[in-house]
């Protein structure tokens, strides 16, 4: 991976550095108003900060338009004053200034400290704010090193990412995050934020489920951007290598942040919560698990580079079009949900056309990939590819059809008389549990299919899934407890990866060529372990989530680290 250069680099620190001291200094002179002034000036500000950086961008966009400069300037200008904005928020929050409606809202004066920091991105105008921030420093990042006129996927990659955060600023704006009424209606805060009675509020991963959510889908915009602009931009591709290791890497560590985002969400509902489980099929849960799927379907679609590469920019386009989605369900898309913050119904319209958009481009790829593995299927190494893109495609397609039927059903409602449909936790089990044996059954022959004849390995399956049926029933009969005998293919699936991993061991030539050898089959471990976790009773349940979780991210990791360090190097040890 090629680094910025030393004047970029001083750059960089230079703004690190100032913005550090903007963290010191602001909260200082705050401090020095007098606290009637201090709230007029901070509204003023705040209001006043979100006009300045929409102008900031509509300048940048319209200079990047005509002379094709890279203004580097105006990016950091767009991330300091995205920062201040914060502070701004972030101290009014810390020092209970009830007079702004959004702290009142979402702060009381009892909230321990930590916490008061975490519910700045409780509602959708600090959400929004927190998003932009992460936003203004991955496009800050992204921008460095590249005066080139004539990459114009670059220059119309910032474009794209400026209308972004402009669409952002607006109805950031006409939110008005700093309104003030004074006197508050509260004059300690929002009364039913007691920590006291309710254990959400005091779990640290309140801190960390939310905060890598947002790290996550700010940073899989600039992949988006980038892919607008190469369809914009025919036949073309980005040239400062710089900028293509940054969307390269931007997809793995996007992946990783949204794991990680991910697994602690389900830990939180085990431990801190009182649902007692991992995974509820909740509508939040589940609309979190379709940009996963389409992020780790993408690391399939090195098979698509020659045949089809259209297909590959389709994908990323539905990773971030699934992470608005999955927004849009999070914070108003008329499903009723134990997140506290849904249920609204302002935002069903356009959970209505994004959904649609999803499940028809969705069906477009797996229409597609059918036919490839139709004229593949001789081919064992990209068949076995195929199905597990298909069965990952799969699983996003159920999901988002099931948690599109409610609003489309309340939407069609407003003009026809027809009543709106649920649809229960019973549907998601059942359809991506089938599917989830279909894609453990795929990998068990990605990892098996080198070493043994593909008829033995189908037989294998169906000899374990019979064997475990009688297991399952002599296990009723005697203690009432069933075990669902499909587990099975997640064990094979398991010990598949790990028979593999024995055949490849490979520690001599070091272990960067281990990883980039095995990385790919510790995932498929890590995946195993949690689909089996859904079927295993409460007792095995920590210990195999908790091992897959680990599995995943030991296997994500060292492939992210991997792109730091030459392939060269692997080479001569060859």
Same mark, same amino acid.
């Not at 961008?57 to 200008?77: E, G, M």
């Not at 951007?225 to 025919?234: G, L, M, N, W």
């Not at 997809?251 to 985002?261: A, E, N, P, Q, R």
């Given at each position: 991976?090629?680094?910025?250069?030393?004047?970029?680099?001083?750059?960089?620190?230079?703004?690190?550095?100032?913005?550090?001291?903007?963290?010191?200094?602001?909260?200082?002179?705050?401090?020095?108003?007098?606290?009637?002034?201090?709230?007029?000036?901070?509204?003023?500000?705040?209001?006043?900060?979100?006009?300045?950086?929409?102008?900031?961008?509509?300048?940048?966009?319209?200079?990047?338009?005509?002379?094709?400069?890279?203004?580097?300037?105006?990016?950091?200008?767009?991330?300091?004053?995205?920062?201040?904005?914060?502070?701004?928020?972030?101290?009014?929050?810390?020092?209970?200034?009830?007079?702004?409606?959004?702290?009142?809202?979402?702060?009381?004066?009892?909230?321990?400290?930590?916490?008061?920091?975490?519910?700045?991105?409780?509602?959708?105008?600090?959400?929004?704010?927190?998003?932009?921030?992460?936003?203004?420093?991955?496009?800050?990042?992204?921008?460095?090193?590249?005066?080139?006129?004539?990459?114009?996927?670059?220059?119309?990659?910032?474009?794209?990412?400026?209308?972004?955060?402009?669409?952002?600023?607006?109805?950031?704006?006409?939110?008005?995050?700093?309104?003030?009424?004074?006197?508050?209606?509260?004059?300690?805060?929002?009364?039913?934020?007691?920590?006291?009675?309710?254990?959400?509020?005091?779990?640290?991963?309140?801190?960390?489920?939310?905060?890598?959510?947002?790290?996550?889908?700010?940073?899989?915009?600039?992949?988006?951007?980038?892919?607008?602009?190469?369809?914009?931009?025919?036949?073309?591709?980005?040239?400062?290598?710089?900028?293509?290791?940054?969307?390269?890497?931007?997809?793995?560590?996007?992946?990783?942040?949204?794991?990680?985002?991910?697994?602690?969400?389900?830990?939180?509902?085990?431990?801190?919560?009182?649902?007692?489980?991992?995974?509820?099929?909740?509508?939040?849960?589940?609309?979190?698990?379709?940009?996963?799927?389409?992020?780790?379907?993408?690391?399939?679609?090195?098979?698509?580079?020659?045949?089809?590469?259209?297909?590959?920019? !389709?994908?990323?386009? #539905? @990773? %971030?079009? *699934?992470?608005?989605?999955?927004?849009? =369900?999070?914070?108003? $898309?008329? +499903?009723?949900?134990?997140?506290?913050?849904?249920?609204?119904?302002?935002?069903?319209?356009?959970?209505?056309?994004?959904?649609?958009?999803?499940?028809?481009?969705?069906?477009?790829?797996?229409?597609?990939?059918?036919?490839?593995?139709?004229?593949?299927?001789?081919?064992?190494?990209?068949?076995?590819?195929?199905?597990?893109?298909?069965?990952?495609?799969?699983?996003?397609?159920?999901?988002?059809?099931?948690?599109?039927?409610?609003?489309?059903?309340?939407?069609?409602?407003?003009?026809?008389?027809?009543?709106?449909?649920?649809?229960?936790?019973?549907?998601?089990?059942?359809?991506?549990?089938?599917?989830?044996?279909? !894609?453990?059954?795929? #990998? @068990? %022959?990605? *990892?098996?299919?080198?070493?043994?004849? =593909?008829?033995?390995? $189908?037989? +294998?399956?169906?000899?374990?899934?019979?064997?475990?049926?009688?297991?399952?029933?002599?296990?009723?009969?005697?203690?009432?407890?069933?075990?669902?005998?499909?587990?099975?293919?997640?064990?094979?699936?398991?010990?598949?990866?790990?028979?593999?991993?024995?055949?490849?061991?490979?520690?001599?030539?070091?272990?960067?060529?281990?990883?980039?050898?095995?990385?790919?089959?510790?995932?498929?471990?890590?995946?195993?372990?949690?689909?089996?976790?859904?079927?295993?009773?409460?007792?095995?349940?920590?210990?195999?989530?908790?091992?897959?979780?680990?599995?995943?991210?030991?296997?994500?990791?060292?492939?992210?680290?991997?792109?730091?360090?030459?392939?060269?190097?692997?080479?001569?040890?060859?």
């Amino acid at each position: 991976m090629q680094f910025i250069n030393y004047s970029a680099k001083k750059l960089v620190v230079t703004n690190f550095c100032i913005s550090i001291g903007l963290a010191l200094i602001i909260p200082i002179f705050l401090d020095l108003i007098e606290i009637n002034y201090r709230i007029i000036f901070i509204s003023f500000l705040g209001n006043f900060l979100v006009i300045i950086l929409i102008t900031v961008l509509i300048v940048d966009f319209f200079l990047l338009v005509a002379k094709k400069l890279n203004y580097q300037l105006l990016s950091t200008l767009n991330m300091i004053l995205t920062l201040i904005l914060f502070i701004l928020l972030m101290y009014s929050f810390l020092n209970n200034i009830f007079e702004i409606v959004y702290v009142m809202n979402y702060s009381n004066s009892v909230l321990p400290l930590i916490y008061k920091i975490v519910f700045i991105w409780a509602g959708e105008h600090g959400s929004i704010m927190t998003w932009m921030l992460f936003n203004s420093i991955i496009i800050y990042f992204y921008r460095i090193n590249n005066q080139n006129k004539d990459d114009l996927v670059f220059i119309r990659s910032v474009l794209v990412s400026l209308i972004i955060s402009i669409v952002f600023l607006i109805i950031l704006f006409s939110l008005n995050p700093f309104e003030v009424d004074s006197p508050p209606a509260f004059i300690n805060g929002n009364p039913n934020l007691d920590p006291s009675l309710d254990p959400i509020l005091m779990s640290p991963f309140m801190i960390w489920h939310p905060f890598f959510t947002f790290i996550a889908y700010a940073i899989f915009l600039i992949p988006f951007t980038i892919t607008i602009a190469e369809i914009v931009t025919q036949d073309s591709k980005l040239l400062n290598s710089y900028q293509q290791n940054f969307y390269d890497f931007s997809l793995k560590i996007g992946w990783l942040v949204l794991t990680l985002s991910i697994g602690l969400g389900a830990y939180w509902a085990k431990i801190a919560l009182n649902w007692g489980r991992y995974w509820g099929w909740d509508p939040v849960e589940t609309v979190s698990l379709v940009p996963w799927f389409f992020i780790t379907s993408f690391f399939h679609t090195r098979i698509f580079k020659k045949k089809n590469p259209t297909l590959i920019k !389709l994908n990323v386009g #539905l @990773i %971030f079009a *699934s992470i608005v989605f999955s927004t849009l =369900i999070t914070r108003g $898309g008329g +499903l009723n949900s134990l997140h506290a913050f849904t249920s609204g119904v302002e935002l069903v319209i356009w959970v209505v056309v994004l959904g649609l958009l999803l499940i028809i481009l969705s069906l477009y790829v797996i229409y597609v990939v059918l036919d490839y593995l139709m004229e593949e299927y001789r081919n064992k190494k990209l068949f076995f590819d195929y199905l597990s893109y298909l069965f990952l495609y799969g699983l996003a397609f159920v999901c988002i059809f099931g948690l599109l039927i409610p609003p489309f059903t309340h939407f069609l409602s407003e003009f026809l008389p027809i009543n709106i449909i649920f649809i229960g936790t019973d549907y998601f089990i059942m359809t991506t549990l089938v599917l989830a044996v279909g !894609l453990a059954s795929s #990998l @068990i %022959f990605c *990892s098996l299919w080198e070493y043994h004849d =593909i008829k033995w390995i $189908g037989i +294998l399956i169906i000899i374990g899934i019979f064997i475990q049926s009688i297991f399952s029933f002599i296990i009723l009969l005697l203690s009432s407890i069933w075990i669902n005998p499909i587990v099975i293919v997640f064990i094979i699936s398991l010990i598949a990866s790990l028979f593999k991993l024995g055949k490849n061991p490979k520690f001599k030539k070091g272990f960067k060529y281990f990883f980039r050898l095995n990385s790919k089959t510790i995932i498929h471990a890590g995946i195993s372990c949690i689909l089996m976790g859904f079927l295993v009773t409460s007792y095995f349940q920590d210990f195999v989530f908790i091992t897959g979780f680990t599995l995943l991210l030991i296997g994500i990791i060292p492939s992210i680290l991997i792109a730091f360090f030459p392939r060269r190097e692997i080479t001569k040890n060859n």
